[in-house]
């Protein structure tokens, strides 16, 4: 059972938040009471389900000295006792601690593996994947950078994913992820295993990361693509490498101006993951087993056409439906990862 002192200490100060908003703070104090306010609201929601259910578990003991609600009590009390489970479990859900990231845009990043020019094909194949699924649920999908194959698979392809809660949703996409199938340039119908890695970073802003300029060395030059719409005939693009860890990333849209913003951008969430990589490396000792452990070598999951199944070996999940996970349709995956980095978080708080 929950504390209840907790609990009433959590309430305390959500009404202790509301009253200083109602009486008027500075704009300064007003951006981290709000923002500490709304964090608390949906606690404080579920935490008055769980009160009021205790409080009507006690009237209703109450009642059962009474021989005239006696019988009304014990059905009461039997309604009261299936519903109690699911309340606490859903104040103990929301009391976890918050990734601070979650609610951010992201930064997707496939590269192409091992098996050649399929596995070109597989990192394209993925790039729609994410891509479409961007689109279903409201997001901004923006390439920063791709380079492209002859056959139309992709070596590398870096994208801004823009929306509230996208990195909550997309960070346990990151590690590596296996296909299995008979390639387009396979004339004896054998099928091949050929991979592509995937790294989910969360949108950095330049508070989070302050980078100066004499660390980094940006550098202009001619872009050339798979051709078409790919190719960029001015001296626009831009490689920014930061100095002190040899990072390099590039941009190469049409304008100089916004290559560089973009390069900056995707620099500040490169180096924002690697202070955050820092944070759970101290912590994996205890967190061995945790879902979003963000090893990018790890075999997170396996596309297996033939068969049309999805596996994702993290959490033992397979479904029969790969022709719809490759149309975006990656909601049941997305929950059952979510739903599996719960429950290790509550055993943890449980240990």
């Known amino acids: 059972m929950i504390p209840l002192d907790k609990l009433d200490q959590i309430r305390g100060r959500f009404e202790f938040l509301e009253a200083k908003l109602s009486a008027g703070e500075s704009l300064g104090d007003l951006v981290a009471l709000s923002r500490e306010y709304a964090e608390l609201r949906p606690v404080v929601a579920e935490i ?10 006690e009237e209703a003991r109450r009642l059962l000295a009474d021989p005239e ?19 606490e479990h859903a104040v103990r859900l929301a009391l976890l601690p918050k990734d601070a990231a979650d609610a951010r845009s992201a930064i997707v990043e496939i590269r192409a593996g091992t098996g050649g020019d399929e596995a070109a094909l597989f990192a394209a194949d993925l ?17 920063v950078e791709e ?4 056959l139309g698979g992709l070596k590398e392809l870096i994208a801004e994913v823009s929306g509230v809660g996208v990195f909550a949703q997309l960070k346990f996409e990151s590690g590596v992820h296996r296909v299995q199938r008979v390639p387009v ?18 949108e950095a802003e330049e508070v989070d990361i302050d980078i100066p300029t004499t660390d980094i060395r940006v550098d202009t030059y001619r872009s050339s693509g798979a ?25 190469s849209e049409k304008s100089q101006h916004q290559n560089r913003a973009r390069a900056m951008q995707v620099l500040r969430a490169r180096l924002y993951d690697l202070e955050r990589q820092k944070l759970d490396d101290a912590r994996a000792a205890s967190r061995k087993g945790q879902v979003g452990s963000g090893d990018r070598s790890e075999r997170i999951r396996t596309y297996n056409f033939p068969q049309g199944r999805l596996t994702d070996h993290r959490v033992g999940l397979t479904l029969y439906k790969l022709d ?3 149309q975006g349709d990656l909601g049941e995956v997305i929950d059952a990862l979510v ?4 429950a290790s978080r509550l055993a943890d708080l449980d240990a």
Request: glycine share 6%; charged share 20%; no cysteine.
């Open 324 to 326: 719809q996970v490759m």
């Open 48 to 57: 008055d389900v769980y009160r009021a259910l205790i409080r009507e578990q």
């Open 127 to 143: 790039a729609r994947m994410y891509q479409r699924l961007a689109e279903a649920r409201g997001w901004r999908w923006d390439v």
């Open 147 to 150: 380079t492209a194959t002859e």
């Open 227 to 251: 051709g078409g719409q790919h190719v960029n005939t001015t001296d626009s693009a831009v490689r920014v490498t930061h100095l002190p860890t040899g990072i390099v990333v590039t941009s």
């Open 69 to 87: 609600m006696k019988d009304l009590a014990a059905e009461e009390l039997a309604r009261i006792k299936a519903a109690l489970p699911a309340a």
């Open 185 to 202: 340039t396979e004339s004896g119908g054998r099928v091949h295993t050929s991979a592509a890695t995937v790294a989910v970073l969360p």
């Open 339 to 342: 739903a599996a980095d719960q």
